[in-house]
């Protein structure tokens, strides 16, 4: 069973900065099955990545996901207000399994 | 219009059972897999169960195994999860979930 491990817990950081997150597998991904969600109070996770680098539909270009194998990242180029949430990164694959990482809050310093 | 709607959450004493139900709507159900999240209060994102389009393979979080069911019938476009010996530990919000498709929940309550 892939275990991922997320980093940091927190992020403090300003509107217009630039957030880079992690995510590491405790073995390979294959086919770069991984994907990053956004979750916001109160409402339900939103996909913003899957295939490791390819945005959902209507996810903004200010928001990228990079890596391959066990080490993933998930940038946001310029933080709008709307984007401090949490953000889970995810893997799955061909068998009806998934797997969370344990989340990165994204807060307002 | 596009939706997963959850239903059949509640408050239910240790021990008892509960059976979750998920209406799909707006897209071609019996084209995807399907799973079950659920999210305790305050806490992250938890995989219970998934299923594949024609339920030809099923797969359990550890957590569930055993105690938890999960099925699907595509005549009615609609998910299910029938939740046995449930435990205090069991109480969440439950999501109905395909990738970029996810509903609002439907809480369970496990307490006496």
């Known amino acids: 069973e892939i275990v991922l491990t997320q980093s940091p817990g927190t992020l403090s950081l300003s509107p217009g900065e630039r957030a880079t997150l992690s995510c590491r597998a405790s073995?390979?991904?294959?086919?770069?099955?991984l994907a990053w969600y956004q979750q916001k109070p109160g409402q339900a996770p939103r996909l913003l990545i899957y295939g490791a680098s390819s945005r959902a539909t209507g996810i903004p270009d200010r928001f990228s996901g990079s890596g391959s194998g066990t080490d993933f990242t998930l940038t946001i180029s310029r933080l709008e207000p709307e984007d401090f949430a949490v953000y889970y990164c995810q893997q799955y694959g061909s068998s009806p399994r998934w797997t969370f990482g344990q989340g990165t809050k994204v807060e307002i310093k | 219009e596009v939706q997963l709607v959850e239903s059949g959450g509640g408050l239910v004493q240790p021990g008892r059972s509960l059976r979750l139900s998920c209406a799909a709507s707006g897209f071609t159900f019996d084209d995807y897999a399907m799973h079950w999240v659920r999210q305790a209060p305050g806490k992250g994102l938890e995989w219970v169960s998934g299923?594949?389009?024609?339920?030809?393979?099923?797969g359990y979080a550890d957590s569930v195994k055993g105690r938890f069911t999960i099925s699907r019938d595509n005549a009615k476009n609609s998910l299910y999860l029938q939740m046995n010996s449930l435990r205090a530990e069991d109480t969440a919000l439950y999501y109905c979930a395909k990738d970029d498709l996810w509903g609002q929940g439907t809480l369970v309550t496990v307490s006496s």
């Open positions: 299923i594949s389009w024609n339920s030809g393979s099923i």
């Open positions: 073995q390979s991904v294959s086919s770069s099955y």
